[in-house]
DNA sequence: TCTTGACCTGTGAGTAAGACACAGGTTTAC
DNA sequence: GTAAACCTGTGTCTTACTCACAGGTCAAGA
């Protein structure tokens, strides 16, 4: 299959596995006319790749898990572990994601009864330098 | 003062200041020593960027805000509108992640009963490839 | 067989927001 | 004056793709 036909029966776009490509997760063999030519195991590999990508993996992580399969050592410890740091950082992101949303509504909110003005010397925006962004340090 | 005075004095790194100096957001003096000088109006205009990064905007809508207020109009309409579409796709990150979450914490309770396996050569990890992402497309 | 046009490919470069490396300059203590 | 400690500016690296683009390929028509 052609990079295009692969990444079509995946579900991705062909610019994201030729990236895994270039990468060298993936080793397509070539056609005649010069081409990559992506074969079944290939395509596999591949999904493995992008599951995992849906599960947080980076794909330096993936790049590890796929040398340690390579080498037939189980990658399932490995995979274990990962996942763990992952979602750790998954989880620190969503924290720090919920605190923006809530800031962000908070500003809008409280703009909603200020009027603009001009900049001063001392002032670019007073909705910004003057919102309220409570909920950090409150007392 | 110097980058790292200033960077001190506002709780952020001589790095992220650099930065922000590099693209021009504050253009600070030189010393006679050759280190760049910034005075009380750039750490000001720094504290707003600061602030409007807290909020979301990112570093070119800030480049935009100042831009507009540099020629002495005021920033506020634009304020308005950009934060409407931060917090749009902030919304739209934060289910993702949300979704990225749940799909993490199931993959990691379901691993808890399955054993490590060997690769063979159509499965790289059994834990990923055998995960069941429910909540996704199921009948 | 040749040609035109549509489509596709690989490669190089660009993106966000800093973090890091490092050669060399500066300051302080002696 | 010198040595050690510290600091600076600049260049490079990071993630996970996405975009641009020159050129090659394929099918249809003449």
Chains 1, 2 share one sequence.
Not at 29 to 43: E, L, V
């Amino acid at each position: 299959m052609t990079v295009n036909e692969i990444a079509t029966s995946l579900a991705t776009t062909a610019d994201t596995v030729r990236y895994y490509t270039r990468l060298g997760l993936v080793t397509p063999g070539k056609s005649d006319n010069g081409y990559k030519f992506y074969s079944n195991s290939d395509q596999s590999r591949l999904r493995f790749i992008l599951s995992a990508r849906q599960l947080g993996f980076s794909v330096k992580d993936i790049k590890q898990i796929l040398q340690e399969a390579d080498h037939g050592k189980s990658a399932c410890a490995l995979v274990r572990k990962l996942i763990k740091t992952r979602l750790d950082e998954t989880e620190k992101q969503f924290q720090e994601m919920l605190q923006l949303r809530k800031r962000m509504k908070r500003a809008l909110k409280q703009w909603d009864v200020m009027e603009d003005k001009a900049p001063t010397s001392h002032m670019v925006c007073h909705l910004i330098e003057n919102v309220n962004s409570s909920g950090i340090g409150e007392a």
